[in-house]
């Protein structure tokens, strides 16, 4: 039975397809050569479908560094959190200040790598606003992100300076209490029958 071309909506679209798959093909494969690998591929993909593509590149490259950069911070976020839990020991005897000093070396580092780490991650934005490959819904949300990690990353060093202030009254307090028992330890000693 034949069929009338005005009742079918047939439309060839192989070639978009064809075309849409290579596109995906060479943003998996980044470090792959820009040579069409099948003899289907559609060898009219130019430079105006490149410069799309190494704004996707950019833009996952962003993107792991950010989610690298959060990732790190939370995980000095949970190093404060067991780092302010050793500092609040008031016990004079039980006191862990090796494992305090080592884990506020740990800190310190972490955070200065962090604070590095998100310079770079906005002069990489900086760099991909300027080259204007980019839409300025993809701007502000790299802007957001950087602001987003910024400030997580300001509270981190807050608390850490926090835990830090705490431990240093901590270290006083148990050293009034040490002079004051060991004053009255020297005193009675001086004299053992006056009360």
Known sequence: MPVK????????RTQEFLNVAEKLRKSFSSS???????????????SKDEAPRSALSIQSEFSKRASKIGFG???????????????KRTSV??????????????????????NSAVVDLQL???????????????????ATVVDNLKNRLMSATKEFKEVLTMRTENLKVHENR??????????????PFVR
């Open 5 to 12: 071309s005005s009742q079918s909506s047939y439309r060839d």
């Open 124 to 142: 990489l934005c900086n760099s991909q606003n300027e080259s204007g490959n980019i839409s300025s819904d993809t701007t502000t949300h790299s």
């Open 178 to 191: 040490r002079q004051l028992f060991s004053s009255t330890a020297s005193k009675d000693s001086t004299n």
């Open 73 to 87: 911070i939370h995980q000095t976020s949970q190093k404060l959190a067991k780092l302010a839990k050793m500092a």
């Open 32 to 46: 792959a050569p820009h040579a069409p690998t099948s003899s289907t591929s559609s060898t009219t993909i130019g």
């Open 93 to 114: 005897f039980d006191d862990p200040t090796m494992e305090i000093q080592e884990l506020t070396a740990v800190v310190k580092q972490d955070i200065t790598a962090l």
